[in-house]
């Protein structure tokens, strides 16, 4: 069984930083992408930023130049630093892992989510 752990979530005032750590556990493949998706109130999931293996990242438009993802392929742990955040940002934080089988057939991991509130 594979899981994800996340932490780091919290509120915080417009302008300000946070760093969400998600650390995966279990049979985890070699090769595979880790991420951070978001959920706002009333809104569908959305892409954050993703990592590949080998240090490949993609972000939206909407967070590059304020967020970085990164991660430490030892640990089997993502992160995401965020600064410049905005109200808009508010979302419930979901941890991603695209793992790969013995058959090379590819699966999807969800973390449980941890909250970000932008906020004065």
């Known amino acids: 069984q594979v899981q994800l752990v996340e932490s780091g979530g919290g509120l915080v005032q417009p302008g300000g930083s946070l760093r969400l750590s998600c650390t995966a556990s279990?049979?985890?493949?070699?090769?595979?992408?880790m991420g951070w998706y978001r959920q706002g109130p009333g809104l569908e999931r959305e892409l954050v930023a993703t990592?590949?293996?080998?240090?490949?990242?993609n972000y939206a438009d909407s967070v590059k130049g304020r967020f970085t993802i990164s991660r430490d392929n030892v640990k089997n742990t993502v992160y995401l630093q965020m600064i410049g955040l905005k109200p808009e940002d508010t979302a419930l934080y979901y941890c991603?892992?695209?793992?790969?089988?013995?058959?090379?057939?590819?699966?999807?991991?969800w973390g449980q989510g941890t909250q970000v509130t932008v906020s004065s």
């Open positions: 990592i590949t293996t080998d240090g490949r990242t």
């Open positions: 991603y892992l695209e793992n790969q089988r013995y058959d090379y057939s590819l699966y999807d991991i």
């Open positions: 279990g049979s985890i493949s070699s090769l595979n992408t």
